[in-house]
């Protein structure tokens, strides 16, 4: 049984980089086509996604920070990788906390390496968690 | 001169609390009573504002996590620190990357740590600037 | 109302200076002798501790490394601060993930700048919590 | 010559694996079917193993934490990888320092990543070695 | 288009390895034999190199240590991996900042997780860029 | 007995309030007027120096970049702290791993964090000193 990895992406041409990164590393990749779908998938939790990596540009009515920010509402440690070319310096005002923004282009081994990361919980926080 | 700590809290117990203990600390506390005040001497530029301390919960139109989103509009990497009690739990949906949330309640040695961990520059980032 | 630290530390004049630290820092220090009323203290949860500041070698029937375990058996997350001189090579073996050893003599800022920081959820996790 | 990993797992499935993450990434991985006998392989060091990756419920007489106590008192910066699914929740307490902590199930690139994480030196420590 | 990495290695069996570790992780490996070659290339800025990974003695008038510098010269936040086996000892005093030294031997996930961490902005830094 | 922290700054308004921060914070200052005498203390072992702090410009033949040099070369886990307003640009080409750059003007709260975090082993370092 593989972690699955929640991916927005349209661009098929990535999507298919992308794809192909994860399952090599052992993961499955579920494939959500806009914001919309990957929030109704998140709050319908039908399937336990341990991880979201998104683009930033979005087509329909969300943008991938509003899906991070939708996801963190559903489970307030779940793991983020943002993947933009020209929005990246929105990230930090956009992005959430303990979140990787790759910019494009990377490669897979850098989406690979920061998917891990994040499952294996080893970002830093900053919360007390009281 | 001293490194200026812009405040935003209007709870007077509280605030005086924060500026006793970042005076201690060497820094200067200026206080904001609202959001819109704040965003107002961050945009203006008038004041080299070093870092945010910011409540969640604000009188006005802005709350504490727009704040934030408005500071690092303006500069990419302004340091911020959240300070709420009942607000804490939205933190990992709402707070900026490379930001610190302090429960309430805390003791004012978590606050100047808080402020100078930030300005000394060692949270992780999570993005290459590429 | 300030956070309260749990100190068991039976040399007094090191308990004065732990007591003094703390207090300046804004924090309250409980203080016990031993470690087993340490580990009463803890389980009876009638106090909300926030962190744990302990000797490594204790009078009774408990040492440090065992106290911060029962520790972390009632609060996952617990922040926790060992104090030793000689003990202090054993902390790769025995000490709790995200601990931090203090090597006697240390600086009162040092004890402080540790407590606020474990507070402040500043250090690196290794786990998933899946 | 390739870096050498001791695994302790006695699940055939998992252990191959195991054996093919690490074979994939360049390292080479000797197997230990309980406790016991890794500990006398450390403790032997007639092979300069550089990281321990060991399930929690072993056969025998020794768990997982203890096997890793062992191996820091061989080498205090030893790499420790723990594996589990019912374990894992006893990691804060029982999990040494600068360890890593992976669910079950986790996917063939988190192991990797984090061995790879430890043996570059990137876990934040805590303790001055003074 | 892949993230291309400068590469200063003389043996032709390491430069071998790394070369295929690099490739294997989507990186594109370009190669210089000597460290005045590295550095005029670093400096010319024809080609967007994203990292370097270096030997640390090096044929020709400079070595590893003073390549290195030379890049973040040119670039203050550049990604620098180095690699050695006698002079890994001399890092702590002559390597620069957010670097990562790997010893060899060392495994190729070793060396493309350390390439991708620094190419995802994850090491802590520790200057407030005022 | 306070750890003791050898300090080399020849403005003496800002030799000042080094000393009194490190005072507070339960350190002893010990001035060094230039970097040869620093190097000579540090060489010397007399006297168990615990962390370096260190202006950039320093009188004599010396800066405080090769004074850092030095002093990791006799202990290359040495904690340092530069101090520095104009020379901070040079700090990610000339500045030694896991050291902090304090940009001037900063808050003492922020010299005693920094050297307080460095003295608790708290920066991650990069190298398996295998």
Redesign the interface.
Known sequence: ???IVLVIEDDDAIQGIVED?LR????EAAIAKTGEEAVTLLKGRLIAY?ALVTDINLLGRFNGWEVA??A??VD???PVVYMSGVA??E?????????????K??????L???????????????????
């Open positions: 049984m593989q972690p990164a090599e590393g052992g993961f341990r920010r939708a963190r509402d307030p440690n779940f990246a310096h990230w930090p005002a956009q992005g959430v906390y303990n979140s990787i923004m790759l910019h282009p990377f490669a897979p081994a850098q690979t390496t920061a998917v891990s990361h994040l499952l294996n919980g080893l970002l830093a926080v900053g919360s007390n968690r009281a």
